[in-house]
């Protein structure tokens, strides 16, 4: 499968938004999900949200009132709209999608990942 590419990434001063996109083509005919994570300098990588083909979407707290994670079937992208950003948002962001194991579907695929840079 054909890894996912990431865009969108920036820098922002704390409270504004940005929307990052997440590109895989075959994304949605592998009927699996995709994983968004983050990475800090000089911090281990955190999970940040997830969504499946069926519309399943959750987040870690910290995020959960700020960002949403969405989906466009036709495009093969899944967003990932971040709002009242913080400088604890700093970090690299990278898609992961989801891939099948048998009969599990769990992460595979990394993109390169996008940067968000969030000043105070």
């Known amino acids: 499968q054909v890894q996912p590419v990431e865009s969108g990434g920036g820098s922002v001063q704390a409270g504004g938004s940005l929307r990052l996109s997440c590109t895989a083509p075959?994304?949605?005919?592998?009927?699996?999900?995709m994983n968004w994570y983050r990475q800090a300098a000089g911090k281990q990588r955190e999970w940040v949200s997830s969504?499946?083909?069926?519309?399943?979407?959750r987040y870690t707290d910290s995020v959960k009132g700020r960002f949403t994670i969405s989906q466009d079937k036709d495009k093969d992208t899944v967003y990932l709209q971040m709002n009242s950003l913080k400088p604890e948002d700093t970090a690299m962001y990278s898609c992961?999608?989801?891939?099948?194991?048998?009969?599990?579907?769990?992460?595979?695929?990394w993109g390169q990942g996008t940067q968000v840079t969030v000043s105070s």
């Open positions: 992961q999608m989801y891939r099948w194991y048998g009969r599990t579907c769990r992460g595979g695929l």
């Open positions: 075959g994304f949605t005919a592998n009927n699996c999900g």
């Open positions: 969504i499946t083909t069926d519309g399943d979407v």
